[in-house]
């Protein structure tokens, strides 16, 4: 709506605030609904939306191969020491 009727204020700034108004809303919260569309749409340089979904599903992935990854070797470690541990035949 903010970039629709853009042309009718004297600046997107006021455009804004008369449409936030209208919604019910912060102005500071429309203005942040407007950057994430333009950087969604290509119009603004920034990650978008999906890419950064991908990013947190990646991070969380990573969380848990390095949690895996400390599990099996404390695993392991463990399993290492008790061979040691038992009585040669």
């Known amino acids: 709506m ?6 009718d204020y004297d600046s997107e ?5 008369s449409i936030a108004g209208k919604l019910g809303c912060s102005p500071e919260t429309l203005r942040k609904w ?3 569309t333009e950087v969604d ?4 340089a920034g990650v978008t939306t999906t890419e950064r979904e ?5 991070e969380r992935d990573n969380r848990e191969l390095r ?13 290492a020491q008790a061979e040691l541990d038992r009585p040669r035949r």
């Open 34 to 36: 407007v950057r994430r």
């Open 41 to 44: 749409d290509g119009a603004r």
């Open 13 to 17: 700034y006021d455009a804004i605030r």
């Open 67 to 79: 949690r895996a990854n400390e599990i099996l070797r404390k695993a392991s470690a463990y399993f």
């Open 2 to 7: 903010v970039i629709e009727h853009k042309g």
């Open 54 to 58: 991908r990013i947190r599903e990646l």
